[in-house]
């Protein structure tokens, strides 16, 4: 494959297409750093939303948080209204640990798209980070809720519950956020009903996250 995608791209040097599908296989060969060389011939080729998000997505995939964050903000700067940026942007921001932007990023996700999957959750994460455990517990049972209208059941991600849980013993109602810590427990039993992956910007919450959180609360 790598072969002949080179054997593409010298045929037609311009074609945003091939360096795209060559920086894919460069990733999947753990070449990353060409892969990375290839997405920045791919934005000087062509500066546009496809060749930011693949260059975005690479960094992030790469743990280079930091470097991801500045394409997110030419993809905001190029669709100021599409939630998706705003949201993957305030993940970039969390996990940079620039707290209080990404508190902003998620609202401004929120306020473009209130059904954007995930993104009550994690501004309620979010809030609770920053301290406001009142503000959380509202988005959180906005995400918690089967009518809430969230596009694919937020109430299905084992985060959201884990969050929740958090907030609750912010809050000292301890017994619910006990249940909710034997609620993601039964989700990573029934692991087909959990919904939460690293590609939809979710917290990796594990098994034993959940029952040291038990030890600490006196129930394991």
């Known amino acids: 494959a790598e072969y ?3 054997k593409a791209i010298r045929c037609n040097p311009t074609c945003i297409k091939n360096h795209q599908q060559y920086a894919y296989i460069l990733f999947t060969m753990g070449k990353y750093e060409l892969a990375a060389k290839e997405c920045q011939l791919m934005i000087i080729l062509e500066p546009n939303i496809e060749s930011y998000s693949g260059y975005a997505w690479l960094l992030e995939q790469m743990g280079r948080f930091h470097e991801s964050v500045l394409q997110y ?6 669709e100021p209204d599409n939630a998706i940026w705003y949201f993957w942007y305030a993940v970039l921001l969390q996990r940079c640990q620039q707290y209080n932007e990404s508190r902003k990023n998620f609202k401004k996700c929120l306020d473009i798209d209130p059904n954007y999957e995930g993104a009550n959750g994690a501004y309620a994460y979010s809030l609770y980070i920053n301290g406001d455990y009142n503000e959380a517990l509202k988005y959180i049972q906005i995400a918690l809720s089967p009518n809430g ?5 937020d109430n299905n991600h084992l985060c959201v519950h884990y ?16 249940n909710e ?14 919904q939460c992956k690293n590609e939809k910007g979710c917290l990796s919450i594990q098994e034993h996250h959940i029952y040291d959180l038990l030890t600490e609360l ?3």
């Not at 903000?73 to 190029?78: K, N, R, T, V």
């Not at 969050?163 to 017994?175: D, T």
């Not at 810590?181 to 959990?194: E, V, W």
């Open 4 to 6: 002949e995608i080179i």
């Open 73 to 78: 903000q030419e993809l905001i700067a190029l």
């Open 149 to 153: 209208g969230c596009r694919d059941r």
């Open 163 to 178: 969050y929740y849980s958090l907030i609750m013993i912010k809050l000292n109602n301890i017994q619910t956020a006990v």
């Open 181 to 194: 810590l034997y609620q993601c427990l039964d989700l990573i039993q029934l692991h087909p009903q959990n």
């Open 218 to 220: 006196g129930y394991n």
